[in-house]
């Protein structure tokens, strides 16, 4: 029978050989499962057509340029309406947290917008703002359809936004606020310097993934009518009769979201590790 290691240098050698055997069959699986796909799509008898039709080089270099033009009007949108969801959001989160009877009526409205804008589409939503608001032929309405469908997206996010705000908020134990009113601070100061500040920390890998599907919910917009990327990829696909612009398009939005879903990752992981710490010391 083999003896089991007993020296702290024979069990981290063990521990490296473990790693090292799981990497090898992790990586001989992953290689196979690859193979195995490949494979079946570049053998399918509708390949040939699928490829010149989605990818097709000639057409993804030649409507790549533009398609990056016009993606720049999806970043100035997304980081407008970025900053106007987290400032609408907190402003909410807070507003359905504080418990004062006078605002009883506002935090009516706050439950019953957060209500309304996460049980409609947001397809349905884009509709009803962006054609509706200009119906009203109103002068102190805007009727620019970017304008209307970053309202719109702005909207919709902020009361899913004020929901993780809130419940990082509720998520503080109520020894933190009671032991800044024991310190003297006002409540107004224990919410903004004890309360908001760990309430935030917390939810923030949350809040990056929200904002990762704004990235994507941004072409939505398309539907009123603005030329922004998706736009762009459909107008040069009903040119010439070919997908590949619509591909380039998600390769453009791949290249964005990847990056922002691996920090999201990093961030969630080293906040575990942070947990883990703290149960470890405990």
């Known amino acids: 029978m083999k003896s089991q290691p007993t020296t702290r240098d024979e069990r981290e050698a063990a521990r490296r050989r473990a790693r090292r055997r799981g990497l090898a069959i992790s990586a001989t699986s992953t290689v196979a499962l690859l193979a195995a ?17 989605f990818f097709s ?8 340029r533009p398609l990056i033009d016009a993606f720049w009007l999806d970043v100035r949108m997304f980081v407008i309406i970025e900053v106007i969801v987290l400032v609408l959001g907190m402003a909410i989160a807070l ?7 006078v605002l009883f009526p506002l935090r009516g409205l706050a439950a019953i917008f957060v209500d309304v804008m996460r049980g409609v589409p947001l397809l349905l939503l884009l509709y009803l703002i962006g054609f509706g608001v200009p119906a009203l032929r109103s002068s102190f309405l805007p009727t620019d359809e970017t304008i209307l469908g970053g309202a719109a997206l702005a909207f919709c996010y902020s009361a899913y936004v004020s929901e993780v705000f809130r419940a990082g908020i509720l998520s503080i134990h109520p020894s933190q606020p ?16 004890v309360v908001v500040p760990q309430a935030v920390r917390r939810v923030v890998p949350p809040l990056l993934n929200d904002f990762i599907s704004l990235t994507k919910d941004v072409a939505l917009v398309s539907v009123l009518g603005p030329q922004e990327i998706l736009r762009a990829a459909q107008v040069i696909q009903d040119y010439n009769f070919n997908f590949t612009p619509l591909v380039a398009a998600g390769a453009v939005y791949l290249c964005v979201t990847i990056p922002l879903i691996r920090f999201v990752d990093s961030r969630q992981a080293r906040a575990r590790r942070q947990q883990e710490g703290v149960l470890v010391v405990l």
Request: proline fraction near 4%; glycine fraction near 6%.
């Open 178 to 193: 009671a032991a800044g009113l024991a310190l003297g601070l006002t409540r107004t100061q224990v919410l903004t310097h």
């Open 95 to 101: 507003l359905r947290t504080m418990r004062s009877p």
């Open 37 to 53: 796909l490949a494979f079946a799509v570049l053998l399918s008898p509708g390949w040939h057509l699928v490829r010149t039709t």
């Open 57 to 64: 080089w000639h057409w993804f270099n030649s409507s790549l």
